[in-house]
């Protein structure tokens, strides 16, 4: 009778699967019911009409965000002129997660990311760290996402910091009450996000590019100048690992096994291009952004979180900043619903399996949204937004989306031969990184962090009644 109910919720809950978050959300409605079977019936397929460019577009749509316009910031004033390097060495960590992730998802073609493969794949309590490890990496995430885009609109106003927190909060209480309502970010809402997206980063580095030049070979040099108290190494990985979180929409591909032709050539295909234009375009905002301003214009604490608009107000074109807050603005709006959809699905789906107390388990009367699950979520969210420090919690969302892709790499490595699309080793160096980079974030982030995860297991040993996976 369990999966006969959790079949009926997950067909009046199909429409919303489509906009969850963007980056490899686990946990999304129906986990109780495709449990049973790893295929849906064929008239519920979807039509396969995505080629490599459809599904490039689509991985574009879902990375590019509060990575660039915020962290970016961040981890130059980690690094210096060196976040360059960082972030490609985060496109290449994450260039092996997302293979993993493609080879999982053709293997097991279900809804609940890295919370599904720990459970088939490793053990339940790895299924269950996932979801956690996602529930808070995501969570921070969009607190940033909330932070950003206060710091980002408060500029274009030219309105007192003072508001930044409160404008925060506001923003996800906002939005938290928009999912609520049932509505959804469709695809020509997240179509116009996209180019408004693209059109302020194009912006920025076209116009920004001659006051680069001129000031690039004082800005530039020395190309390894970490923060204080810290070496050239150390501050490198740190930022590198707060770059890769700029990276980890790829994960959106990985889901896209339905509706692709081709899906093994294309979505391997697709994950590496999207990547490689990712990491392209944000070497070339990192390089505009430090050479015409510097890191320390870059990263000023007081400017953190909109680095990108206050490097531009040194461009020669007037409207470059406010053209490039605009599009901040509406990029991490779009984050931000997408986390809230997509973290209150996880929620829903531990809500389920009893991973997490069956009060967000459940549907409201009509059966299209998990009140408890939202609300629960928007709370968090404010509550990690109250923080206030971009800097804090982007480095709790990088360390802990770091663990989650270590057991996406770790189920990986335990596909039988015949599943696998690429050769183990692959796996092997995406487990090494994401664990070498994790522990390069902050010492009391990684510490807490370490804790909080600990501490949810052991619970969950000591309270979930014995049943099988």
Not at 77 to 89: D, F, H, K, Q, T
Request: glycine letters at 12%; a positive charge; hydrophobic letters at 55%.
């Amino acid at each position: 009778m369990a999966s006969v109910r959790a079949s009926s919720i997950n067909r009046s809950c199909s429409s919303n699967t489509a906009s969850l978050d963007s980056s490899d959300a686990p946990g999304t409605v129906g986990v109780a019911s495709r449990m049973a079977s790893e295929s849906p019936p064929e008239q519920g397929r979807l039509r396969r009409e995505l080629g490599v460019f459809g599904a490039v577009m689509m991985g574009l749509g879902s990375i590019v965000g509060t990575g660039v316009f915020v962290s970016l910031g961040v981890a130059a004033g980690i690094a210096g002129p060196a976040v360059l390097l960082a972030i490609v060495i985060g496109a290449f960590v994450a260039s092996f997660n997302g293979l993993s992730s493609a080879q999982l998802a053709a293997d097991h073609p279900v809804s609940g990311g890295t919370y599904e493969y720990g459970y088939r794949y490793l053990r339940p309590w790895l299924g269950f760290l996932a979801g956690v490890t996602f529930l808070l990496a995501k969570s921070a995430s969009a607190a940033t996402a909330a932070l950003g885009f206060a710091g980002y609109l408060l500029g274009l106003l030219g309105a007192s910091d003072r508001w930044h927190v409160p404008l925060a909060v506001a923003g996800v209480a906002a939005l938290t009450a928009v999912v609520l309502a049932g509505m959804r970010r469709s695809n020509a809402v997240n179509v116009a996000v996209v180019s408004v997206t693209m059109l302020g980063l194009a912006t920025f580095v076209v116009s920004g590019a001659p006051t680069a030049i001129a000031n690039g070979a004082a800005n530039l040099s020395p190309f390894f100048a970490p923060e204080p108290d810290a070496t050239a190494l150390s501050a490198l990985l740190n930022a590198s690992a707060l770059m890769f979180v700029a990276f980890t929409g790829y994960g959106r591909i990985a889901t896209l096994g339905e509706e692709v032709r081709e899906p093994k050539r294309t979505i391997p295909t697709a994950i590496v291009v999207a990547l490689i234009v990712v990491a392209v375009l944000y070497v070339l905002v990192g390089v505009v952004g430090v050479g015409a301003v510097g890191t320390g214009g870059l990263a000023a604490v007081e400017e953190r979180v909109a680095p990108l608009a206050t490097a531009a107000r040194a461009f020669v074109f007037a409207l470059a900043s406010p053209v490039v807050a605009i599009a901040a603005v509406t990029a991490m709006l779009g984050v931000l619903l997408n986390l809230v959809l997509g973290l209150s699905r996880v929620l829903l789906a531990m809500g389920r399996r009893g991973d997490a107390p069956r009060v967000f388990g459940k549907l409201d009367p009509a059966g299209t949204t998990p009140t408890a699950a939202v609300v629960a979520v928007g709370v968090a969210i404010a509550v990690l937004a109250l923080v206030g420090d971009v800097r804090t919690t982007w480095s709790f969302s990088a360390f802990t989306v770091l663990v989650y892709y270590a057991v996406t790499n770790l189920a990986a490595l335990a596909l039988p031969p015949k599943a696998r699309m690429f050769p183990r080793w692959l796996a092997g160096l995406g487990l090494a990184g994401c664990l070498g980079l994790a522990f390069f974030v902050e010492p009391g982030v990684w510490l807490v962090g370490t804790g909080i995860l600990a501490v949810a297991v052991l619970l969950r040993a000591a309270f979930k009644r014995p049943r099988s996976a």
